[in-house]
């Protein structure tokens, strides 16, 4: 099994839907999650960090659930602009980081 | 503007060449790290700089040397390239090292697109 393992997807969404990602991880010492976003040819950005009580950011909101070891990240209101891939981060104990492969999203007219 | 520089862009070697991909980070960032992004593989971590005067492997560390100049430099050397080296090589920084409790998150450079034939 993977370390961190994503969908591929493509999900291709109308706009205005409301859409959902998944990211499972296999280490239980993982300490700190986080969603990039990753336009194509481009660097991968930070999106935000995934906190224990959820959070929310605008029309993002990212959800942590550690008794089945999954990160999530909703998006509402798509907009086209939203299409990139994402990516989910993991923080284990002893300095890594591992990324998943990703998550491809692209929202349509 | 503040952030993580590389050089080159783009590169084109022949196999058994050697090159070096430079880095730097303006953000007085303590920790610094070099990985790859193949298709359908995601980003592998390559070296990783916890902090100046230190180094140690990632994931996928074969083929691969690093220095860590000072605080605001982290350069990646290819002794003898290989066409498996063909990849997209990323450099980031971090505010604290993984070990702190608070780790932020990556800051990325823009790329350096590396073809081996």
């Known amino acids: 099994r993977k370390e961190v393992e994503q969908d591929p997807g493509p999900f291709n969404v109308p706009e205005g839907a409301t859409v959902a990602f998944n990211c499972t991880y296999s280490n239980s010492a993982s300490q700190s999650f986080f969603w990039y976003r990753q336009d194509c040819r481009k660097e991968p950005k930070l999106l935000m960090s995934v906190y224990s009580s959820g959070n929310e950011d605008g029309r993002f909101t990212a959800q942590l659930n550690r008794a089945s070891q999954y990160i999530s990240l909703l998006i509402r209101d798509s907009k086209l602009s939203d299409s990139a891939t994402y990516l989910c981060a993991v923080n284990y104990a002893h300095d890594k980081v591992i990324f998943g492969p990703g998550t491809s999203l692209s929202v349509i007219p | 503007n503040a952030g993580v520089t590389q050089t080159p862009k783009f590169q084109v070697l022949k196999t058994g060449q050697s090159m070096t991909l430079q880095c730097a980070q303006d953000?007085?960032?303590?920790?610094m790290y070099w990985y790859r992004q193949d298709p359908g593989m995601g980003l592998r971590l390559i070296y990783y700089?916890?902090?100046?005067?230190?180094?140690d492997k990632g994931e996928v560390p074969n083929g691969y040397n690093v220095s860590r100049l000072n605080k605001r430099e982290f350069s990646l050397r290819l002794e003898s390239a290989a066409p498996s080296q063909t990849s997209v090589y990323f450099c980031?920084?971090?505010?604290?090292?993984?070990?702190?409790?608070?780790?932020?998150?990556?800051?990325f450079g823009s790329g350096t697109r590396l073809t081996v034939v």
């Open positions: 953000m007085n960032h303590n920790s």
């Open positions: 700089s916890a902090s100046e005067g230190t180094t």
């Open positions: 980031a920084s971090s505010e604290r090292g993984l070990r702190g409790a608070s780790y932020s998150g990556y800051t």
